[in-house]
């Protein structure tokens, strides 16, 4: 007996893809953004929510699934890890330290239980940390501008925003893939 999924997709186009193009939300349909912030902002919008699509349809059990034993690792995890993510750039942009969202170190990921109430909490703090940490770098307008923990400038942040979402978006493809066999970018 086999009990890994069957691979399929969502599109009929592009058999390979997520979605057909005319469905995939991630595709603006508008013109290239002008200059570079609009273009850093565009990336991280795209991954953030490729992220969500990788997690969409699926039940609290799927999301908390840690697929690739003897990893920690779920998608459920990956959101909750991505609004400590956040809170920490909040931190680095502002210089203000500020408590985890989820107490102690790997709260994240360990306590990322198949529960509807964990799960709802954890898409609003990742919501809530999103917001938060766009709104202090829309006080850093100027990409060169070095912010107070340790001197990085406002374009490298971005850019590293960019990565670990997009690194993230990679595990993500993994373990949706091991839970129903959705597959696709």
Same mark, same amino acid.
């Given at each position: 007996?086999?009990?890994?999924?069957?691979?399929?997709?969502?599109?009929?186009?592009?058999?390979?893809?997520?979605?057909? *193009?005319?469905?995939?939300?991630?595709?603006?349909?508008?013109?290239? *953004?002008?200059?570079?912030?609009?273009?850093?902002?565009?990336?991280?919008?795209?991954?953030?929510?490729?992220?969500?699509?990788?997690?969409?349809?699926?039940?609290?059990?799927?999301?908390?699934?840690?697929?690739?034993?003897?990893?920690?690792?779920?998608?459920?995890?990956?959101?909750?890890?991505?609004?400590? #993510?956040?809170?920490?750039?909040?931190?680095?942009?502002?210089?203000?330290?500020?408590?985890? #969202?989820?107490?102690?170190?790997?709260?994240?990921?360990?306590?990322?239980?198949?529960?509807?109430?964990? #799960?709802?909490?954890?898409?609003?703090?990742?919501?809530?940390?999103?917001?938060?940490?766009?709104?202090?770098?829309?006080?850093?307008?100027?990409?060169?501008?070095?912010?107070?923990?340790?001197?990085?400038?406002?374009?490298?942040?971005?850019?590293?925003?960019?990565?670990?979402?997009?690194?993230?978006?990679?595990?993500?493809?993994?373990?949706?893939?091991?839970?129903?066999?959705?597959?696709?970018?």
């Amino acid at each position: 007996m086999n009990d890994r999924p069957e691979r399929w997709s969502g599109a009929t186009v592009y058999p390979d893809m997520w979605a057909d *193009p005319g469905d995939d939300p991630r595709d603006t349909g508008g013109e290239a *953004p002008e200059g570079e912030r609009a273009t850093l902002e565009e990336f991280l919008a795209g991954y953030r929510l490729t992220l969500r699509m990788k997690c969409e349809g699926l039940t609290p059990e799927q999301l908390a699934r840690r697929s690739v034993p003897p990893s920690t690792m779920s998608l459920l995890g990956l959101i909750r890890h991505l609004a400590e #993510v956040e809170r920490d750039w909040i931190t680095w942009i502002t210089g203000e330290p500020l408590p985890k #969202v989820y107490g102690r170190r790997d709260a994240d990921f360990d306590e990322a239980v198949a529960d509807q109430a964990v #799960v709802d909490a954890a898409y609003a703090d990742l919501e809530r940390e999103q917001a938060a940490a766009d709104a202090a770098l829309a006080a850093r307008p100027d990409l060169g501008e070095r912010i107070p923990k340790d001197g990085t400038a406002v374009r490298e942040l971005m850019v590293h925003r960019i990565e670990e979402y997009a690194r993230h978006c990679g595990h993500a493809d993994l373990l949706r893939e091991c839970v129903d066999g959705r597959v696709g970018q």
